[in-house]
């Protein structure tokens, strides 16, 4: 059974930085990974994607701020959070799936997901 660990986040002033990871494990092969947010009475949305061929998106609104990697090796995702702002405050979610999805796909079409893990950035 695939199981997706997180770990980093926290809190942090406006302009600072953050990193989360992501680990995938019970699976032997490359899987599309994602970094989805959701805030408080809002939609989660997609912040980053790596399919599995390494290929990158990224929502508009974090573009130039964040960059998703491997984070130690394959099924592993990292992002980097540079110049955060109040708006990225949200609870971030791993999501992974099989298919190679596009930026976007709807959540529901993500097979496996993290606990996810809260970000909060004050003013």
């Known amino acids: 059974q695939v199981q997706l660990v997180e770990s980093g986040g926290g809190s942090v002033q406006a302009g600072g930085s953050l990193r989360l990871s992501c680990a995938a494990s019970g699976v032997d092969y490359t899987v599309c990974m994602a970094w989805f947010r959701q805030a408080p009475g809002k939609e989660r949305e997609a912040v980053a994607i790596?399919?599995?061929?390494?290929?990158?998106s990224y929502a508009d609104s974090v573009k130039g701020r964040f960059t998703v990697s491997e984070d130690n090796g394959k099924n592993t995702l990292a992002l980097q959070m540079n110049s955060l702002k109040p708006e990225d405050t949200a609870m971030y979610y791993c999501?992974?799936?099989?298919?190679?999805?596009?930026?976007?796909?709807?959540?529901?079409?993500?097979?496996?997901w993290g606990q996810g893990t809260q970000v909060t950035v004050s003013s």
């Open positions: 999501a992974a799936d099989e298919v190679d999805y596009e930026l976007d796909a709807s959540p529901s079409g993500f097979a496996y």
């Open positions: 790596m399919d599995s061929d390494g290929k990158t």
